[in-house]
């Protein structure tokens, strides 16, 4: 399937452009959910991110953690194409893909309280696009850099618009200490379209070290300038819904504490990956699904 029109243009550019964005940041026209009152809506679509805390229970956050531990104590796990370490390191980064290997978190990930509110926001059935555990050991965890999600799903997978969002629950502490998620408020608003091509298999390092779709500085410090910086600390439990085109990194954990949290990524069944931008091979599918895109039934959290 055709990308029949590009949007954004990214990476086949000389210089770092900002595009405004071109399409609606809440879908649905219907009453939201009970879970969100008209501050929270009116948060998320201008600051393009929303913070719950004590989504789930104490609980449940420590089946999800006894879960974590059982994926991350298996070799086979490990050692597959689902697991990206640390550069030259063997220290788990992320598992991908984790709802494949695990009943919990496919419940997880279709757990009611989270599909009320995505079903709100993305105005649409949904599937998963991308899912993970991200690993911040103390003292070894490595950072992301300024990025937004949707620069490489856009380029890189063919994902047509801006229907999707992540949800990110954390399982430990969140502090300022060891690298918690970072967001620029606004910058959903605006694409920022980067300088540079894409190399071949561009996952198997931007995974572990992204290098390119990397806004500048420039770009980086008018957005700031414009929304500000907004540090995530959450404890277990939280959830944190964001915008796929918000601006967002995180540092190196120097701390001794781990950081641990979970991403679902859910897509619009409407805006199903098409082609790549430049003849791009596809990611494999545990990175951007293209098959595995029916839409997810609800669970009641009674059921897990």
Request: glycine fraction near 6%.
């Amino acid at each position: 399937m055709p990308l029949t029109k590009q949007i954004y243009t990214s990476r086949m550019i000389a210089e770092t452009s900002i595009q405004e964005r071109q399409e609606p940041i809440i879908y649905s026209e219907n009453t939201p959910p009970v879970a969100l009152d008209q501050n929270q809506i009116d948060f998320y679509q201008d600051k393009g991110f929303l913070f719950i805390e004590n989504f789930f229970s104490p609980d449940e956050v420590k089946q999800f953690n006894l879960e974590t531990k059982r994926l991350l104590d298996s070799k086979e796990i490990t050692d597959s194409d689902y697991t990206f370490t640390e550069v030259g390191t063997d220290i788990v980064r992320s598992i991908f893909s984790m709802q494949n290997f695990s009943q919990i978190f496919d419940y997880l990930s279709r757990d009611q309280r989270i599909l009320d509110i995505v079903h709100y926001l993305l105005g649409d059935r949904v599937y998963i696009h991308q899912s993970r555990i991200n690993f911040k050991p103390g003292f070894s965890g490595s950072g992301f850099y300024w990025h937004s999600d949707f620069e490489t799903w856009h380029i890189e997978d063919g994902m047509p618009n801006m229907r999707a969002l992540s949800a990110m629950i954390s399982l430990t502490e969140n502090t300022e200490y060891n690298g918690p998620l970072m967001v620029i408020p606004g910058s959903h608003k605006q694409f920022v379209g980067c300088a540079g091509e894409t190399p071949k298999d561009h996952y198997k390092e931007s995974l572990k070290e992204q290098r390119y779709g990397l806004p500048d500085e420039a770009s980086l410090t008018q957005l700031v300038e414009a929304g500000g910086l907004v540090t995530i600390k959450s404890s277990p439990g939280s959830i944190v819904f964001f915008d796929c085109n918000l601006i967002h990194g995180s540092n190196n954990n120097i701390s001794p504490h781990s950081r641990v949290n979970i991403f679902f990524v859910y897509n619009s069944v409407q805006n199903t990956l098409q082609e790549t931008v430049g003849g791009l091979k596809p990611r494999p599918e545990f990175v951007a699904a293209r098959k595995n895109i029916a839409p997810l039934e609800p669970i009641s959290p009674n059921h897990q």
